[in-house]
């Protein structure tokens, strides 16, 4: 099972901008869809973005849709998550999940999850 680790979180003023990473184990990253999810304190986990194994298509939540934008690098094995136009709402812990398909990640089932990564935006 491919292991992952998010790394790039910090605190950032409303309107700015931040790169999240999330890097695989496996030599087999390119066998995955990858995306990212977050969990606002006293909420649910939500999906946020997706991208298939070939980089070829990807797939956003409606609240971060024209500004986010989701990418990997097969040959760093490491996914990108390109957040801008940042709102005090995006505020949350960002994680990075990896699954068999792009269908499997939406769901956020049978995914392998990072540890996440703290994203903190100030008004």
């Known amino acids: 099972q491919v292991q992952v680790v998010e790394a790039g979180g910090g605190l950032v003023q409303a309107g700015g901008s931040l790169r999240l990473s999330c890097a695989a184990s496996r030599h087999t990253f390119s066998d995955y869809a990858m995306g990212w999810f977050r969990q606002a304190p006293g909420k649910e986990r939500e999906f946020v973005a997706a991208?298939?194994?070939?980089?070829?298509?990807?797939y956003y939540a409606d609240s971060v849709k024209g500004r986010f934008t989701i990418s990997r690098d097969s040959a760093k094995n490491t996914m990108y998550l390109q957040m801008s136009s940042l709102k005090p709402e995006d505020t949350a812990v960002y994680y990075c999940a990896a699954g068999s398909s792009l269908g499997t990640v939406v769901a956020g089932r049978n995914v392998s999850w990072g540890q996440g990564t703290q994203v903190t935006i100030s008004s």
């Open positions: 991208i298939t194994w070939s980089g070829g298509s990807t």
